[in-house]
């Protein structure tokens, strides 16, 4: 009887290690599809963009080549550099706002239906109104611009933290809130205990959106604002650039402005995986 029992466990482990294999290869595979077909994507377009441009020989005020945007890209560095560092500072500066702002109002909104009922309605509205509409007003009341172009870029990155912030607040499981009522929690327990934790996954997939419109609402609080400068950001130098025709340096502009982009909601996702690795398939489900 001992050796077929042997023989069981062997077999199970060999077929643990096999499926364990079979796992690692589907991922390793998904993994190299996510980076290879957008990568690859990319390169023919360029490809393609390049051999249009250098076959139909477009001028470059019209049309430049991907080389020409990166040697404008390497020449123009020293300029490009400090815009790109002021539009990154003012992004992260109304994105830090958003979510401090929007964490605590929205947990205001979640504990108290009263102060919903009357400021939410004024949030819609500040949401829903076009924020080019508005920042001519802001720049005329602001003496600073930069405090200007800050709350022009905070107004536009507000709302989803602080929507989701409160629909999250308010996901906690309601068997879970009878249990904390029947052990008489205090509301400092309950909130640290339940609703944060509750919340957390809907917060990260606000903060994901909230960090691109940051961006957005930064540059076009800047194009809004027409400032000019050293100390001005990627916006100012495509509106310069668009006075002189300098195409390539417009195209140079827009590809950090862009790449920046790129940054924030990579950065953004790594941060939700991270705190998110160990949450349970449900809330990682949600937060998707």
């Not at 007003?137 to 870029?153: E, K």
């Amino acid at each position: 009887m001992l050796a077929p029992t042997i023989e069981a466990a062997e077999l199970g482990e060999a077929v643990g290690e096999d499926a364990g294999l079979r796992e690692r290869t589907r991922l390793r595979r998904e993994r190299t599809l996510t980076v290879g077909a957008p990568l690859l994507v990319l390169i023919v377009a360029l490809g393609g963009w390049e051999l249009f441009v250098r076959a139909n020989q477009v001028p470059a005020y019209i049309l430049p080549a991907p080389s020409l945007v990166l040697q404008t890209l390497w020449t123009k560095w020293p300029l490009l550099q400090s815009s790109l560092l002021f539009t990154v500072k003012l992004t992260l500066l109304a994105l830090a706002l958003a979510v401090i702002g929007g964490v605590a109002l929205g947990t205001l909104f979640a504990l108290s239906r009263t102060v919903e009922v009357s400021l939410f309605p004024y949030a819609v509205v500040l949401q829903v109104t076009p924020i080019i509409a508005i920042a001519p007003l802001i720049m005329i009341y602001v003496d600073s611009v930069m405090g200007a172009l800050l709350i022009c870029a905070w107004i536009v990155a507000f709302f989803p933290i602080l929507s989701s912030t409160v629909i999250g607040l308010r996901s906690a499981d309601h068997n879970l809130r009878d249990l904390f009522t029947l052990y008489r929690a205090s509301s400092w327990q309950r909130f640290r205990l339940l609703l944060a934790p509750s919340a957390l996954p809907y917060f990260l997939s606000g903060l994901k959106v909230s960090g691109g419109l940051a961006l957005i609402g930064a540059v076009v609080a800047e194009f809004v604002a027409g400032a000019a400068g050293k100390e001005t950001g990627l916006a100012s130098r495509i509106f310069e650039a668009s006075f002189r025709s300098d195409i390539p340096l417009m195209f140079a502009a827009l590809l950090l402005v862009s790449l920046c982009g790129i940054v924030i909601f990579l950065v953004t996702s790594w941060v939700s995986r991270r705190v998110l690795g160990h949450w349970p398939e449900s809330e990682l489900k949600r937060e998707r």
